[in-house]
């Protein structure tokens, strides 16, 4: 079993940044490859990044270059830097799992002047 908790979310000026947390409870999650999503009103839930249990990551094509993915398996953490947020980044943002349908409840993140 795994527990989820996103924290890190709010509002931000087009150009800003934030960074989300993970906290994760339970066991082994440093063997889960784990994934953050989001979920924008009216649009369907899209991968933001995904980051393997040895540290290999993948980003969607929308966050490269402007987006960041980590995680600290010692203290069951992982971590999403946003930077050079864009209104369009205004979603729920969900951290998961790859593997066992663990998720978390998700944290709010609007870009707005």
């Known amino acids: 079993q795994l527990q989820l908790v996103e924290s890190g979310g709010g509002l931000v000026q087009p150009g800003g940044s934030l960074r989300l947390a993970c906290t994760a409870s339970?066991?082994?999650?440093?063997?889960?490859?784990m994934k953050w999503s989001r979920q924008a009103p009216g649009k369907q839930r899209e991968l933001v990044a995904q980051i393997t249990s040895g540290g290999n990551t993948i980003y969607a094509d929308s966050v490269k270059g402007r987006f960041t993915i980590s995680r600290d398996n010692a203290k069951n953490l992982m971590y999403l830097q946003m930077n050079s947020l864009k209104p369009e980044d205004t979603a729920v943002y969900y951290c998961?799992?790859?593997?066992?349908?663990?998720w978390g409840q998700g944290t709010q993140v609007t870009v707005s002047s």
């Open positions: 339970g066991t082994r999650f440093s063997t889960y490859t």
């Open positions: 998961h799992t790859y593997t066992g349908n663990y």
